[in-house]
């Protein structure tokens, strides 16, 4: 069933648009540094994520790197993953904006800023939450990149709700909204925790609700605690912003989006996937991650591996074994182990991604 049927039966949730780009259903796949990759948005989008994005990118690198079989991942798109975007992060204004035209020239439909990323080494390099520290350079990264990118083509913004909890990083944290808005942005995804808090405590979802009220009508994302497909519902019913991105709670498990379509039908909560139907998954991500990575694809998979295994009965067993992955004929050793017989699956624990990092 596609967006737009699934959508009118769901009144109460809007499709979602980013400019003149049409994504459809609401709750889409996040960026996540070093998991975002073709094969992890094609198997997203074919279990039901309306839109992804691609892992971040820095403008550097963008301007530097050369269509080889050790780099062309980064910049790789495929025809059934239409609309994508290309989530890009740098410190330096008119390099940022070079960068963002290559990820127009790769053929992403989005370009997106990343305002948010916590890690100590981007901060280091003023790059990525180092910027709302700044307004003044963020914005005019937001100017420079939304002037160089063609019309047609959204550019959106990704931030965290402040440095911390000082006054002054809320006023910088409205001042770079409104700015980002005024300079033509499409939509902003807010994460509810601050660049100080990295992944620890709650995200403060009543922020969102507050940004949403703020900015009225203006297009608004949320992000932070969406581990299953009741968090992606209620943040958008208890904040009201216009929709969610899933990070963590996407790795390893991207029945969550055909199971917030289901629950937004107003339909009971889907079974988790059967042990086979985790199977059939699991083969086809690996075949993807062949296509693209040659024989790398079975230790770039076992990170994949460890995380899909939440969703199996003998979850802490299996983790270990994919942990120890090295090659095909192990990876096939622990499927024909662990997956042989169908048996009920079960929802990933909520500790599962607890110390995954994303930006």
Same mark, same amino acid.
């Given at each position: 069933?596609?967006?737009?049927?699934?959508?009118?039966?769901?009144?109460?949730?809007?499709?979602?648009?980013?400019?003149?780009?049409? &994504?459809?259903?609401?709750?889409?796949?996040?960026?996540?540094?070093?998991?975002?990759?073709?094969?992890?948005?094609?198997?997203?989008?074919?279990?039901?994520?309306?839109?992804? $994005? /691609?892992?971040?990118?820095?403008?550097?690198?963008?301007?530097?790197?050369?269509?080889?079989?050790?780099?062309?991942?980064?910049?790789?798109?495929? =025809?059934?993953?239409?609309?994508?975007?290309?989530? $890009?992060?740098?410190?330096?204004?008119?390099?940022?904006?070079?960068?963002?035209?290559?990820?127009? +020239? #790769?053929?992403?439909?989005?370009?997106?800023?990343?305002?948010? /990323?916590?890690?100590?080494?981007?901060? %280091?390099? /003023?790059?990525?939450?180092?910027?709302?520290?700044?307004?003044?350079?963020?914005?005019?990264?937001?100017?420079?990149?939304?002037?160089?990118?063609?019309?047609? &083509?959204?550019?959106?913004?990704?931030?965290?709700?402040? &440095?911390?909890?000082?006054?002054?990083?809320?006023?910088?944290?409205?001042?770079?909204?409104?700015?980002?808005?005024?300079?033509?942005?499409? #939509?902003?995804? @807010?994460?509810?925790?601050?660049?100080?808090?990295?992944?620890?405590?709650?995200?403060?979802?009543?922020?969102?609700? +507050?940004?949403?009220?703020?900015? %009225? =009508?203006?297009?608004?994302?949320?992000? !932070?605690?969406?581990?299953?497909?009741?968090?992606?519902?209620?943040?958008?019913?208890?904040?009201?912003?216009? !929709?969610?991105?899933?990070?963590?709670?996407?790795? %390893?498990?991207?029945?969550?989006?055909?199971?917030?379509?289901?629950?937004?039908?107003?339909?009971?909560?889907?079974?988790?996937?059967?042990?086979? +139907?985790?199977?059939?998954?699991?083969?086809?991500?690996? =075949?993807?991650?062949? *296509?693209?990575?040659?024989?790398?694809?079975?230790?770039?998979?076992?990170?994949?591996? &460890?995380?899909?295994?939440?969703?199996?009965? +003998?979850?802490?067993?299996?983790?270990?074994?994919?942990?120890?992955?090295?090659?095909?004929?192990?990876?096939?050793?622990?499927? =024909?182990?662990?997956?042989?017989?169908?048996?009920?699956?079960?929802?990933?624990?909520?500790? @599962?991604?607890?110390? *995954?990092?994303?930006?």
């Amino acid at each position: 069933m596609n967006d737009s049927a699934l959508l009118t039966e769901t009144p109460h949730l809007p499709p979602l648009s980013l400019g003149p780009v049409e &994504i459809g259903f609401p709750v889409v796949q996040a960026a996540l540094s070093g998991y975002s990759d073709w094969p992890m948005r094609v198997i997203a989008r074919r279990a039901g994520a309306s839109y992804t $994005l /691609c892992e971040v990118m820095l403008d550097q690198f963008l301007l530097a790197v050369k269509q080889r079989n050790k780099t062309r991942h980064f910049l790789h798109i495929s =025809d059934e993953e239409h609309p994508v975007g290309g989530q $890009l992060m740098g410190a330096e204004p008119e390099q940022f904006a070079a960068g963002a035209l290559r990820l127009v +020239e #790769a053929g992403f439909d989005v370009i997106d800023i990343n305002f948010g /990323c916590p890690v100590k080494k981007v901060l %280091g390099r /003023c790059r990525g939450g180092f910027h709302l520290s700044q307004p003044e350079v963020a914005l005019e990264i937001v100017r420079r990149t939304r002037d160089i990118v063609p019309d047609p &083509i959204p550019v959106t913004v990704k931030m965290r709700r402040g &440095i911390d909890d000082s006054e002054q990083s809320r006023d910088n944290f409205f001042t770079i909204i409104d700015g980002a808005f005024d300079a033509g942005v499409a #939509a902003v995804t @807010v994460h509810g925790r601050t660049v100080e808090q990295r992944y620890k405590g709650p995200s403060r979802w009543s922020f969102l609700k +507050e940004v949403k009220q703020h900015v %009225g =009508d203006r297009t608004i994302l949320g992000s !932070g605690d969406l581990f299953t497909a009741d968090d992606c519902l209620r943040m958008i019913r208890e904040t009201g912003i216009d !929709g969610v991105t899933v990070a963590r709670g996407a790795i %390893g498990n991207p029945w969550i989006f055909a199971q917030a379509r289901a629950l937004a039908q107003g339909l009971e909560l889907p079974a988790p996937p059967t042990v086979l +139907e985790q199977r059939a998954v699991m083969e086809s991500h690996y =075949d993807l991650m062949q *296509q693209m990575y040659g024989d790398r694809a079975p230790m770039l998979m076992r990170k994949f591996a &460890i995380k899909y295994s939440a969703s199996h009965p +003998e979850f802490d067993a299996l983790k270990v074994a994919f942990s120890r992955l090295k090659s095909a004929e192990e990876f096939v050793a622990v499927l =024909d182990q662990y997956y042989r017989q169908d048996r009920p699956g079960q929802y990933p624990p909520s500790t @599962v991604h607890a110390t *995954q990092q994303e930006c």
